[in-house]
């Protein structure tokens, strides 16, 4: 994913994390599957903190934060995220109306975090692949006018403690064209 380089038009902020907005956030690890690992989300300051200690133990090795929502962002090209990392690498991870034998399938793409840095990525749409419980779901398009969940997911593959704090979600870049006179 890329940094964000230009201003966008028509941006649309989907999450910011004062007490109005900051929504229910759950947490899924690993433990669903009887890996070790810990991670969830609280609130402090207007920042969401996502942390926790991933585990390797068991056949583990996710942790992920989740908040379901209704969004049609069909006119847009990805969503921007501004976050402050701790250098590992995590997923934005978008749930359609898109099942696989009756369960969701998840649209990802992995981010690259500065530690100690804010710093704003942009996860275009177009770069996102569906996955179901880690394999690759070639015959299925992710649909942003059907979005139902939205979450970060780390997976990668280093054990120890782990905290990604987020200041903003925001989708970028409208594809609506302005009438010419």
Do not use: C
């Not at 804010?118 to 179901?132: G, N, S």
């Amino acid at each position: 994913m890329t940094a964000h380089s230009a201003n966008a038009a028509d941006p649309k902020v989907l999450f910011t994390f004062d007490e109005a907005t900051r929504g229910d956030w759950t947490s899924v690890d690993d433990t669903v599957m009887g890996g070790r690992s810990d991670g969830g989300a609280a609130l402090h300051d207007g920042v969401l903190h996502f942390s926790g200690t991933l585990s390797l133990e068991s056949n583990g090795g996710f942790s992920s934060i989740r908040h379901s929502v209704e969004l049609d962002l069909s006119g847009y090209n990805g969503i921007r995220l501004r976050v402050k990392g701790d250098g590992r690498s995590y997923q934005l991870r978008l749930h359609t109306d898109a099942r696989y034998s009756g369960q969701p399938v998840a649209f990802g793409a992995t981010f690259q975090t500065n530690a100690g840095e804010w710093t704003e990525v942009d996860v275009p749409f177009d770069t996102l692949r569906a996955t179901f419980r880690g394999r690759l779901m070639s015959d299925y398009f992710f649909d942003p006018a059907a979005i139902e969940q939205v979450g970060i997911l780390l997976a990668d593959k280093q054990a120890g403690p782990f905290e990604l704090q987020v200041d903003r979600l925001v989708a970028y870049g409208s594809h609506r064209k302005e009438p010419r006179s």
